[in-house]
């Protein structure tokens, strides 16, 4: 289970790295196209500059620190950067307080923007998303295959992206 | 910043939420013509990855009304209702749960409730604390709850929640009515120090 700013990478086949309930927050799953070596970071802000001093327990987190700290965490790993590919899933917008609320309310537009950017600078590419909108969902990464399912609230499990491979 | 509070602080804390949902209990008994009860209200100061699962399953499907609140403290009063909870609710008020009617019913006790804590807590504290207009989601629990709480997670790795349960007696309805402060933001310090609290 990965939780409000957390991660977790495996390279364990039969391990699944799950996320329930990504609402504006996004699930980013970093994918070996190759191996059996993934990681799923559920992020909560796009911008760790915004971050009050101390606010930052986990930097995954923030979208921008994010991208990096898991390209390490996979690298140590054993995944090799050239075969990673990323998954997004969340960015939802699940309220909005019209005129008298916060502007802050599209958190998840920005959310999967400032994801999209940081996976843009670190030439990783985005094969897949389920992003936007405004209803939940729930996230699971199987290790085994490369591959990601989604399932939004009220709905059914599908899969999302599978990474092809030949051996 | 992982904000930490005293023992004191936090029982204090629950206090407030023991006057604030008595008073929302009275309201509802009032609107349904049926008694009320409160459970002993629950205080977390909890990291944000904790936050979620100390108020229920991730995936269960809930309709929640969220009340922001404007005045001298930034936080949002949260009510949840499951499945059960939204029929019986309904049923109380003659209308059909899960239709649109049904929907602005649970909105409406969602105003009640939201007025009638924060005017309690506003005369015990001095603190000015106006509601707006509850907005009804439905959606899975985790999702709901950590998007409200993203609001303030720039400025904590905190969530600081009061949270306590009514009970509609004849029932078994039993639903959540949260007060969600944001520990980073303006007014929760001053809202201690009017308990004589202060750090």
Same mark, same amino acid.
């Given at each position: 289970?990965?939780?409000?700013?957390?991660?977790?990478?495996?390279?364990?086949?039969?391990?699944?790295?799950?996320?329930?309930?990504?609402?504006?927050?996004?699930?980013?799953?970093?994918?070996?196209?190759?191996?059996?070596?993934?990681?799923?970071?559920?992020?909560?802000?796009?911008?760790?500059?915004?971050?009050?001093?101390?606010?930052?327990?986990?930097?995954?987190?923030?979208?921008?620190?994010?991208?990096?700290?898991?390209?390490?965490?996979?690298?140590?790993?054993?995944?090799?950067?050239?075969?990673?590919?990323?998954?997004?899933?969340?960015?939802?917008?699940?309220?909005?307080?019209?005129?008298?609320?916060?502007?802050?309310?599209?958190?998840?537009?920005?959310?999967?923007?400032?994801?999209?950017?940081?996976?843009?600078?670190?030439?990783?590419?985005?094969?897949?998303?389920?992003?936007?909108?405004?209803?939940?969902?729930?996230?699971?990464?199987?290790?085994?295959?490369?591959?990601?399912?989604?399932?939004?609230?009220?709905?059914?499990?599908?899969?999302?992206?599978?990474?092809?491979?030949?051996? | 910043?992982?904000?930490?509070?005293?023992?004191?602080?936090?029982?204090?804390?629950?206090?407030?939420?023991?006057?604030?949902?008595?008073?929302?209990?009275?309201?509802?008994?009032?609107?349904?013509?049926?008694?009320?009860?409160?459970?002993?209200?629950?205080?977390?100061?909890?990291?944000?990855?904790?936050?979620?699962?100390?108020?229920?399953?991730?995936?269960?499907?809930?309709?929640?009304?969220?009340?922001?609140?404007?005045?001298?403290?930034?936080?949002?009063?949260?009510?949840?209702?499951?499945?059960?909870?939204?029929?019986?609710?309904?049923?109380?008020?003659?209308?059909?749960?899960?239709?649109?009617?049904?929907?602005?019913?649970?909105?409406?006790?969602?105003?009640?409730?939201?007025? $009638?804590? %924060?005017?309690?807590? /506003?005369?015990? &504290?001095?603190?000015? =604390?106006?509601?707006?207009?509850?907005?009804? !989601? #439905?959606?899975?629990?985790?999702?709901?709850?950590? $998007?409200? %709480?993203?609001?303030? /997670?720039?400025? &904590?790795?905190?969530? =600081?929640?009061?949270?306590?349960?009514?009970? !509609? #007696?004849?029932?078994?309805?039993?639903?959540s009515f949260m007060f969600l402060v944001n520990?980073?933001?303006?007014?929760?310090?001053? =809202?201690?120090?009017?308990?004589?609290?202060?750090?």
């Amino acid at each position: 289970m990965v939780r409000m700013g957390e991660y977790r990478v495996s390279r364990t086949a039969g391990e699944q790295l799950i996320t329930i309930g990504l609402g504006s927050c996004i699930g980013l799953a970093l994918i070996d196209r190759d191996r059996d070596i993934a990681g799923l970071a559920h992020i909560v802000l796009p911008d760790s500059k915004d971050a009050a001093s101390g606010a930052i327990a986990q930097p995954t987190k923030f979208a921008d620190t994010a991208v990096p700290k898991m390209l390490d965490e996979l690298a140590r790993m054993g995944a090799r950067r050239s075969g990673l590919v990323a998954v997004l899933v969340g960015g939802a917008q699940m309220f909005s307080f019209g005129s008298g609320g916060k502007s802050t309310l599209d958190i998840g537009r920005r959310n999967e923007a400032a994801t999209r950017e940081a996976l843009n600078a670190a030439k990783i590419p985005v094969m897949a998303n389920a992003t936007g909108g405004t209803k939940g969902r729930t996230v699971v990464v199987h290790v085994a295959g490369g591959m990601v399912t989604v399932k939004e609230a009220g709905g059914t499990e599908s899969e999302l992206w599978r990474a092809g491979r030949t051996r | 910043m992982t904000t930490q509070y005293t023992e004191m602080q936090l029982d204090a804390l629950r206090e407030v939420a023991n006057i604030g949902s008595g008073n929302a209990a009275t309201a509802l008994a009032a609107m349904l013509g049926r008694p009320v009860d409160l459970s002993c209200p629950y205080v977390y100061a909890k990291p944000l990855a904790e936050a979620v699962e100390s108020v229920g399953p991730a995936e269960l499907e809930v309709t929640a009304i969220l009340i922001q609140v404007i005045g001298d403290l930034e936080t949002m009063v949260v009510l949840m209702f499951n499945e059960n909870d939204s029929r019986v609710l309904c049923e109380a008020l003659g209308v059909e749960a899960g239709t649109e009617v049904g929907v602005s019913a649970l909105c409406e006790i969602g105003n009640i409730l939201g007025a $009638s804590y %924060l005017s309690a807590l /506003a005369m015990m &504290t001095g603190i000015d =604390l106006e509601p707006a207009p509850p907005i009804a !989601v #439905e959606d899975m629990l985790g999702a709901i709850l950590s $998007s409200v %709480l993203a609001l303030g /997670a720039s400025q &904590t790795d905190t969530a =600081l929640l009061l949270d306590s349960r009514l009970l !509609v #007696e004849g029932s078994d309805a039993n639903f959540s009515f949260m007060f969600l402060v944001n520990p980073g933001a303006k007014g929760i310090g001053s =809202l201690l120090e009017r308990l004589g609290l202060g750090s």
